[in-house]
C-alpha cells in the first residue's frame, strides 16, 4: 500500500530458514518502490485466532485515513479464518507496530464452506450503499470460487448469497484480485471505483492445481455483486495470464501517488531445495510493474515502473543491424548479467512463416517446449541470447517465432532455459505465450528484457505478454555474462530502435540496442545474509545467488 508517502510491502517470510513454514508478515518500506528498508515482522502467530499460521491478505485504506490489514490465519482447528490487524501508532510513519484485536476471527468458514480452502482476503471496496465488500479465494469439490462478504465497520462481515464468481474444474483460488481499470488511458483508479460505461473489472485468480494465474476482464454488477468475463476472455486455466512465466501469488494496489495500478508477483526459486537452504534465502518479488487496459480492450498491459530508469547508468547503442538466417550478433561493452535491455526487430519475408497447427493455440508452453531456440525455423526463432557463456555452453533465449495460421500470422514470445546451465539436476522448464499484435501490418516487435543475475523478465510488444525466468549458469556470472542478437530462422530480420529527437518531429533509426546498465545499490548497508521463505523482497536477495560465501555478499549487493 501507499500510505503517507511511504510504500509498505508486506510479504510471507519464514525468519528460521530458507524453505517454507513458520509463515509471518515481514515488512519493508520505500519512497521510490526501489530502494527498500526491511522492518521488523508486522504480523506473526501469537494469538489463537492465528497460532498455527499468518497467511495472505490485503490492506485497505479506512475514512480517516486508517488502514486496516485483513489476514487469513490458521486457529487451533486448523481452520484457515479471517481477522484483521491494526497499526498501534498512526504517528510513526513506518507502522513498525500491528495490533489484532480479541475480537478476531472476523469471518469464520460458516456451514457450507471448505474451512481448509478458505484463505487471501482481497483489498475492500465500499459499494454505493456504504458497504465494504471483498473477497476470499475458496472452492467446492473442482469449482474453485470467490465468496463475496459485506459489512458497515470492517468488524461484523455477512456473507452474501451466492460467489461473486465462480467456475467449474478450475480446483483452488488463491490470491484473487479485483479491480477496476479504466477504458481509456492508463491512469489507475481507486479499488472503489465503480465508474459505470467507462471502466471494465479484472478478476485474477492464482490456480493452486496448476500453480499459475489467470485473470479475465469483465463486468461487475455492484447492484447484484456478480462478476461476468468478457466474451473474448475465457474463464479458467485457458484464459489470460499476467506472465507466462514464473510467477504466482500476485497482487495489486492504487498507487495514490501517481495514480497508477502497480503489480507484485513472486517469482520462486527453480534450484533445488539443498540449494536453497545453501544460499540462505529463496523466492523474490518480481519488479514492480503498472497495469492498464490494452487499448483492444481484450487484456492487459504491463510495464516496469518508471523509477526502474533511476537504476540506469551507463547506456550501448549498437548501429542499425541486420540479422541474417543463421546470425549471431554479440553485443559488448556492457556487464550484462544486470542490465535493461530493449530492442524493436522489424520482420521482412512472412510468406516464409511456418504453418500453425490449431491444436498448439492452447498450449503455447508445449510449442515452445517443441520448437526451441535451436529449432530452425521461418520466420524466426529470432531473439536475444542472455546470461550466455563466451562460446554459448550456457545461454538463455528470449525470442519470438512467428507462424501462418488460416487468417492471421500467431506470434509465439518464448523463454527457453534448456540450455542455461552447466550445473545438473535444474528445473529449466521453457515458458511461451501467444502475443496478440497483428505482424503484417506494423512488420515490427519490441522486446524488453530485465536481466538480474538469476531473473530474467521479458516484456514482448510493450508489455502485451510477459515472462519471467529463473535461472542458475555456472559460467555466465557477472563479467562473464555475455548477451547476443540471433536468428536462427529462414527470413531475415533487422533490429532497430525508434525515437523521436526532441520537439522535431526528426525519427533517426539509429540503434539495433538501447541497453542500459543498472546501478548497483546496497539495502541501509545491510552486508549480512539473512534466512527468509517462501516469498521474499527482492531488495533482500542476493544478486550472485550463485556463489553463497557469505562474506561476498557486499560485491553481490546489486538489486532492483
Known amino acids: 500500500m501507499y500510505y503517507n508517502g511511504l510504500y509498505h510491502l508486506f510479504y510471507q517470510y519464514n525468519p528460521k530458514g530458507s524453505v517454507w513454514g513458520n509463515i509471518v508478515w515481514a515488512h519493508s518500506v520505500s519512497t521510490d518502490l526501489i530502494n527498500w528498508k526491511a522492518l ?72 457450507g464452506v471448505n474451512a481448509s480452502a478458505f484463505r487471501d482476503p482481497t483489498t475492500a471496496w465500499r459499494g454505493v450503499s456504504g458497504h465494504w465488500k471483498l473477497v476470499i479465494g475458496s472452492k467446492r469439490d473442482t469449482r474453485g470460487e470467490v465468496i463475496l462478504y459485506r459489512s458497515r465497520d470492517f468488524v461484523r462481515w455477512v456473507k452474501a448469497k451466492h460467489s461473486l464468481h465462480t467456475a467449474t474444474g478450475t480446483g483452488m483460488w488463491e490470491c484473487p484480485d479485483l479491480y477496476p481499470v479504466s477504458l481509456r488511458g492508463r491512469l489507475g483508479l481507486d479499488t472503489s471505483t465503480l465508474g459505470g460505461a467507462a471502466v471494465k473489472h479484472v478478476l485474477k485468480v492464482s ?24 466474451g473474448a476472455s475465457p474463464d479458467g486455466n485457458t484464459g489470460l495470464r499476467y506472465d507466462y512465466g514464473n510467477f504466482y501469488a500476485s497482487k495489486t494496489f492504487f498507487d495514490n501517488k501517481k495514480n497508477r ?80 535491455v530493449e530492442v524493436t526487430f522489424q520482420v521482412s519475408g512472412l510468406e516464409k512463416a511456418e504453418a500453425f497447427h490449431p491444436s498448439w493455440a492452447a498450449d503455447a508452453e508445449t510449442l515452445c ?26 545461454k538463455t533465449a528470449v525470442f519470438f517465432r512467428i507462424f501462418k495460421a488460416e487468417h492471421k500470422y500467431k506470434v509465439l514470445l518464448c523463454h527457453d532455459p534448456t540450455r542455461s546451465s552447466l550445473r545438473p539436476n535444474l528445473y529449466k522448464p521453457t515458458f511461451a505465450g501467444f502475443v496478440d499484435v497483428d505482424i503484417a501490418r506494423t512488420g515490427k516487435i519490441s522486446l524488453r528484457t530485465l536481466i538480474d543475475h538469476s531473473v530474467v523478465e521479458s516484456f514482448g510488444a510493450g508489455g502485451m505478454t510477459c515472462i519471467t525466468s529463473r535461472v542458475y549458469p555456472s559460467l555466465a556470472l557477472r563479467r562473464d555474462a555475455h548477451l547476443f542478437a540471433f536468428n536462427n530462422g529462414i527470413a ?29 545499490f546496497a539495502l541501509n548497508g545491510d552486508s549480512q545474509p539473512r534466512g527468509n521463505g517462501e516469498q521474499h523482497s527482492r531488495a533482500e536477495a542476493a544478486g550472485g545467488n550463485l556463489n553463497w560465501n557469505s562474506s561476498l555478499w557486499p560485491s553481490f549487493a546489486l538489486y532492483w
Not at 537504476?311 to 541486420?322: A, C, E, P, T, Y
Open 40 to 111: 521488523e515482522p508486522a504480523i506473526y502467530p501469537s494469538k489463537s485466532f492465528d497460532i498455527n499460521g499468518c497467511w495472505s491478505g490485503s490492506a485497505t485504506i479506512l475514512p480517516g485515513n486508517r488502514p486496516v490489514i485483513m489476514y487469513t490465519g490458521v486457529d487451533p482447528q486448523n481452520r484457515q479464518v479471517q481477522n484483521v490487524a491494526y497499526p498501534k501508532n498512526l504517528s510513526d510513519p513506518y507502522l513498525r507496530e500491528w495490533v489484532k484485536p480479541d475480537f478476531n476471527p472476523v469471518i469464520a468458514p460458516e456451514s
Open 207 to 230: 490456480l493452486d492445481v496448476t500453480r499459475y494465474e489467470y485473470y479475465t476482464v469483465g463486468t461487475y454488477d455492484h447492484i447484484k455483486d456478480r462478476y461476468v468475463p468478457d
Open 261 to 340: 495500478r502497480i503489480l507484485w508477483g513472486w517469482t520462486n526459486e527453480s534450484d533445488s531445495v539443498n540449494d536453497d537452504i545453501a544460499k540462505g534465502w529463496a523466492g523474490i518479488q518480481a519488479i514492480p510493474r503498472a497495469v492498464w487496459l490494452a487499448g483492444n480492450g481484450r487484456q492487459l498491459i504491463q510495464w516496469p515502473v518508471e523509477e526502474l530508469e533511476s537504476l540506469r547508468s551507463k547506456h550501448i547503442v549498437v548501429q542499425n543491424k541486420q540479422v541474417p538466417s543463421g546470425g549471431l550478433l554479440e553485443v559488448k561493452g556492457i556487464d550484462s548479467s544486470q542490465a535493461d
Open 369 to 394: 517446449g517443441r520448437k526451441r531456440a535451436d529449432v530452425k525455423g521461418g520466420v524466426g526463432p529470432f531473439g536475444l541470447h542472455v546470461l550466455a557463456s563466451a562460446n554459448m555452453e550456457e
Open 492 to 520: 531475415d530480420v533487422k533490429c532497430f530502435r525508434e525515437w523521436s529527437l526532441g520537439m522535431l518531429g526528426i525519427h533517426a533509426y539509429l540503434t539495433c540496442f538501447w541497453i542500459r546498465k543498472l546501478e548497483s
